[in-house]
């Protein structure tokens, strides 16, 4: 699925893929650099003006990119705010 399809989708689906990628990328954050996972838990945080603002800039930056994939675009995201994966 590419980008232009993922935001056709409806506001709480876009949220909970969003929500869940970002979880994942947490987890596997553990598992490589447990600061990257820090990072990733206190810039999307649980508070909900937080995580909507959030995801609104993440969807800010989809609208962008319409033939790109939106879990590379949210992983991007993450990287760039918290730095690479196993790097």
């Known amino acids: ?9 409806g506001d709480e689906a876009k949220a909970q893929f969003i929500g869940s990628t970002i979880w994942t990328a947490s987890v596997i954050a553990t598992q490589i650099e447990q600061s990257m996972a ?6 999307y945080t649980d508070d909900p003006a937080t995580v909507k603002q959030r995801n609104a800039e993440i ?8 033939d790109s994939y939106p879990t590379g675009i949210v992983v991007a995201v993450i990287q760039k705010q918290c730095g690479k994966f196993g790097g």
């Not at 820090?38 to 810039?43: E, F, L, M």
């Not at 969807?59 to 319409?66: C, E, Q, R, V």
């Open 1 to 9: 699925m590419r980008t232009k399809e993922f935001l056709s989708f």
């Open 38 to 43: 820090d990072c990733i838990a206190d810039w």
């Open 59 to 66: 969807l800010n930056i989809m609208a962008d990119y319409p």
